[in-house]
């Protein structure tokens, strides 16, 4: 009998969208080798890591060299001075957490696919449109129903609970990737209320937390109820420079039980088979993100981004273009001037002024017209491409 595929494959985009966009600005690059590139679409870290970070995994560098302190297999889960600095963190929020609820990983883009091995295939999804583009493929190579929840001007790029959007799963990333829009603490509260009616299981994706500065949930579980339903999902690739090293968690409260079975207890089985955990260096420098030191060097980091953000922003709002988020978000979700669509902008904008945008069409149907520029670039590289801005777009 010859091998089979997974069929549902074939029913995805033939790559995955920011491959897609490398592959595109490479082929420009190659073209007009000559052309300097301003780098705004996938949402990539230019600040380097924390001194405090360097150090800490410097530090595990020279204790893996020696035999008394070296590690070889850690616990799948993640070490427990790791776990137990995010359970302090979450305290900040005034969320306590059991450390049996944390589960260390190599980021939230992984986690998301992951989770869906403890899930049935029956389950139908809610995912909003446009979305990240992970929550949709891994769906579809499980083949489930996606429900869509369309996020436009209309509703300030906040779908809300409604008779339509019943599903088991419920995607929420807040603040949003790609549109920038943040959940207030009533809205979220509706999501959990609407989640815990139907027993259906939230995926909260809080990547972006630390942009907030204002009093927007940071976490799911700031929200009466939310452990009975949902499962929470963040990286320290934003937060702290870790798009190359690596490291996020995962926390899958005790309460949640589905089919009579904690999920926690699933997933600590699937994680204990499919994963070795977190390499110790990384989850030392992870450490130190968490200590006080590690918070102020980052906090400045963050004041960096949002400092391009607000430059994006001001160009914008001179140029009398509509956009979201920027505010409590390193996205800004610009609507394509003159009429462009999604494609058309980024191809204009790549040949005219050589920047580099994610077309919102690429988000999904209703991404159409919209273009998203990250403020993850260097002050003088935003600054510069939003003089190109003014000068193409006045
Ligand atoms: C993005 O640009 O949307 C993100 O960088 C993707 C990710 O975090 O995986």
Same mark, same amino acid.
């Given at each position: 009998?010859?091998?089979?595929?997974?069929?549902?494959?074939?029913?995805?985009?033939?790559?995955?969208?920011?491959?897609?966009?490398?592959?595109?600005?490479?082929?420009?690059?190659?073209?007009?080798?000559?052309?300097?590139?301003?780098?705004?679409?996938?949402?990539?870290?230019?600040?380097?890591?924390?001194?405090?970070?360097?150090?800490?995994?410097?530090?595990?560098?020279?204790?893996?060299?020696?035999?008394?302190?070296?590690?070889?297999?850690?616990?799948?889960?993640?070490?427990?001075?790791?776990?137990?600095?995010?359970?302090?963190? %979450? !305290?900040? +929020?005034?969320?306590?957490?059991?450390?049996?609820? /944390?589960?260390?990983?190599? =980021? #939230? @883009?992984?986690?998301?696919?992951?989770?869906?091995?403890?899930?049935?295939?029956?389950?139908?999804?809610?995912?909003?449109?446009?979305?990240?583009?992970?929550?949709?493929?891994?769906?579809?190579?499980?083949?489930?129903?996606?429900?869509?929840?369309?996020?436009?001007?209309?509703?300030?790029?906040?779908?809300?609970?409604?008779?339509?959007?019943?599903?088991?799963?419920?995607?929420?990333?807040?603040?949003?990737?790609?549109?920038?829009?943040?959940?207030?603490?009533?809205?979220?509260?509706?999501?959990?209320?609407?989640?815990?009616?139907?027993?259906?299981?939230?995926?909260?994706?809080?990547? %972006? !937390?630390? +942009?907030?500065?204002?009093?927007?949930?940071?976490? /799911?579980?700031?929200?009466? =109820? #939310? @452990?009975?339903?949902?499962?929470?999902?963040?990286?320290?690739?934003?937060?702290?420079?870790?798009?190359?090293?690596?490291?996020?968690?995962?926390?899958?409260?005790?309460?949640?039980?589905?089919?009579?079975?904690?999920?926690?207890?699933?997933?600590?089985?699937?994680?204990?088979?499919?994963?070795?955990?977190?390499?110790?260096?990384?989850?030392?420098?992870?450490?130190?993100?968490?200590?006080?030191?590690?918070?102020?060097?980052?906090?400045?980091?963050?004041?960096?981004?949002?400092?391009?953000?607000?430059?994006?922003?001001?160009?914008?709002?001179?140029?009398?273009?509509?956009?979201?988020?920027?505010?409590?978000?390193?996205?800004?979700?610009?609507?394509?001037?003159?009429?462009?669509?999604?494609?058309?902008?980024?191809?204009?904008?790549?040949?005219?002024?050589?920047?580099?945008?994610?077309?919102?069409?690429?988000?999904?149907?209703?991404?159409?017209?919209?273009?998203?520029?990250?403020?993850?670039?260097?002050?003088?590289?935003?600054?510069?491409?939003?003089?190109?801005?003014?000068?193409?777009?006045?």
């Amino acid at each position: 009998m010859p091998a089979h595929i997974n069929k549902n494959y074939l029913n995805l985009k033939e790559s995955y969208l920011f491959a897609d966009i490398a592959h595109r600005v490479a082929e420009f690059q190659k073209a007009n080798p000559d052309r300097e590139i301003i780098r705004m679409g996938i949402g990539d870290v230019t600040r380097p890591l924390p001194e405090t970070v360097v150090n800490a995994m410097k530090k595990a560098c020279d204790e893996m060299g020696t035999p008394e302190h070296f590690h070889g297999y850690g616990p799948e889960q993640g070490y427990d001075f790791l776990r137990e600095a995010v359970r302090k963190y %979450y !305290e900040g +929020f005034g969320v306590s957490l059991d450390i049996s609820e /944390i589960f260390i990983s190599d =980021g #939230a @883009k992984s986690d998301c696919g992951n989770l869906l091995d403890i899930l049935g295939t029956d389950n139908t999804v809610l995912v909003q449109d446009p979305v990240y583009p992970v929550y949709a493929d891994t769906n579809v190579m499980d083949n489930r129903t996606i429900i869509y929840a369309k996020a436009s001007e209309e509703n300030d790029f906040l779908p809300m609970p409604e008779e339509k959007y019943k599903a088991d799963i419920i995607y929420i990333c807040s603040p949003n990737n790609p549109t920038g829009a943040v959940y207030n603490r009533e809205q979220l509260k509706k999501w959990v209320d609407f989640a815990l009616s139907m027993d259906s299981i939230i995926f909260f994706d809080a990547a %972006y !937390e630390c +942009f907030i500065d204002g009093d927007e949930p940071h976490s /799911i579980y700031e929200i009466p =109820g #939310a @452990k009975k339903c949902a499962v929470e999902v963040c990286s320290l690739s934003k937060k702290a420079g870790f798009t190359g090293t690596r490291c996020g968690y995962t926390i899958v409260p005790l309460e949640l039980k589905r089919d009579g079975v904690q999920l926690n207890k699933l997933w600590l089985r699937r994680q204990t088979t499919k994963f070795n955990g977190v390499c110790y260096i990384v989850q030392r420098g992870a450490e130190a993100v968490f200590t006080e030191q590690g918070e102020k060097e980052i906090s400045g980091n963050i004041h960096y981004y949002k400092e391009n953000a607000r430059i994006i922003m001001d160009t914008l709002d001179e140029l009398g273009i509509y956009y979201t988020g920027g505010r409590y978000s390193p996205y800004v979700w610009m609507k394509c001037p003159k009429g462009m669509n999604s494609w058309t902008f980024f191809q204009y904008l790549l040949e005219e002024a050589g920047i580099v945008g994610t077309p919102g069409a690429g988000f999904g149907q209703s991404g159409e017209n919209f273009f998203r520029l990250t403020a993850f670039s260097t002050h003088e590289n935003t600054r510069k491409a939003m003089e190109k801005f003014r000068q193409l777009l006045k």
